[in-house]
């Protein structure tokens, strides 16, 4: 098994030396090279050859619709649950190099640290102020900086108060997109999206955001306040969305964005039988997928993609993005500390694969057993069915 698991590096170094072939690449339509007139040229921009994501998307409809980059970046990993991370300027550096190469939707949240990694998106992108979107989350229940594990607090007042302390720690005057991280029991979703309403009137958020709620909830929240974007774990790995959020998704006119595109990094094939997330910062170790007596076996899901991708000439992260992306309303969110990683997601913005082609990796996926639940129980609690 561990010998059949090609390096993404190592895939995507032959499939740079083909990329004069537009027929293996599907064209890559929708990408330009980089030069230093990016986003935010003259802060840091560099001309590293990195492709320039040109295709846009657009989340939500009418008042609450939201233009960004077809394809997003989450920064958690950045600094949080993703093991121990490269030095810190090496960490902006990448998210700085994704803005300037056409990246506009970044992504945090008030838990991740908790705080901190608000913090390192605000000063890595601070020189791209108004030119990229930043996404940031509440409802988790956060007391002087130390979470309450388990804990939920979507009360107006401590949105409000999230709200503020968030714009202070991300340098903005006000946030993109402000989701609830977690569905809160204790308080109607109408006075939540009643709160969000009155902070996008005075001015301290754009755009409204749920994470991880079932249909109901949408169309609760909706009604009293148009809902741009839902986000929710999908990836060829889970695709329990499919069956009741897209279709509301659809009918209202909302967009979808996915965190964990490549099920946390396992799609990316960088992992074998024998990986291990013990760091003391990677939540990965408390996933059933991820454990020692499951990992080896789900493997075999990653493989599987690789074999449809190499005659393809990409690779498998690159196979997984492009499923997500088939979607237009769709904007996946992958995060990486690795320019290299960065390089092989860009490219994956705009590929060429036909129907028959995705249906063909589908039905090849479709035969390998996963084995483990997503979530532990007790985090599974607060993810809402769909």
């Not at 619709?65 to 920064?75: I, R, W």
């Not at 550096?93 to 998106?121: K, M, S």
């Amino acid at each position: 098994m561990n010998d059949r698991v090609l390096s993404r590096r190592g895939i995507l170094q032959g499939m740079l030396a083909l990329a004069a072939t537009p027929a293996v690449l599907g064209g890559l339509a929708g990408i330009a090279r980089a030069d230093a007139s990016g986003p935010g040229a003259g802060a840091g921009s560099s001309r590293l050859d990195l492709p320039l994501i040109a295709q846009k998307r657009t989340l939500g409809s009418g008042d609450a619709a939201m233009e960004v980059s077809a394809l997003g970046f989450g920064v958690m990993g950045s600094n949080y649950n993703r093991g121990v991370s490269p030095d810190r300027q090496k960490v902006i550096d990448v998210i700085r190099q994704a803005a300037e190469h056409g990246v506009t939707l970044f992504d945090t949240a008030q838990i991740y640290g908790p705080l901190t990694n608000e913090e390192l998106a605000g000063k890595a992108l601070a020189p791209y102020k108004n030119k990229v979107a930043i996404t940031t989350k509440f409802g988790h229940k956060i007391v002087d900086g130390v979470y309450h594990k388990g804990g939920l607090d979507s009360t107006p007042a401590n949105i409000r108060k999230v709200a503020d302390e968030s714009l202070k720690r991300l340098g903005v005057d006000a946030i993109d997109m402000f989701y609830q991280h977690r569905f809160d029991p204790n308080v109607p979703i109408e006075d939540v999206a009643g709160t969000v309403r009155d902070l996008i009137k005075a001015g301290k958020v754009k755009h409204f955001g749920l994470c991880e709620v079932g249909p109901e909830t949408i169309r609760r929240a909706h009604a009293e306040q148009p809902v741009t974007a839902v986000q929710s774990e999908y990836h060829l790995m889970w695709r329990e969305p499919e069956k009741d959020i897209f279709p509301v998704l659809e009918e209202l006119g909302i967009g979808f964005v996915p965190y964990s595109p490549l099920n946390r990094g396992m799609l990316g094939g960088d992992f074998t039988a024998y990986t291990r997330f013990d760091s003391g910062n990677d939540n990965r170790d408390t996933l059933p997928r991820f454990q020692p007596d499951t990992l080896g076996k789900n493997l075999m899901f990653v493989e599987t993609i690789n074999r449809w991708a190499r005659p393809r000439g990409i690779t498998g992260a690159q196979a997984a993005l492009g499923w997500l992306m088939q979607r237009p309303y769709i904007v996946p969110i992958p995060g990486t500390t690795k320019l290299s990683h960065l390089e092989e997601n860009l490219r994956a913005a705009n590929m060429n694969i036909t129907p028959a082609e995705w249906r063909e990796l589908e039905d090849a996926l479709a035969k390998v057993v996963i084995i483990g639940d997503r979530y532990p129980a007790d985090q599974q609690k607060q993810v809402q069915k769909s």
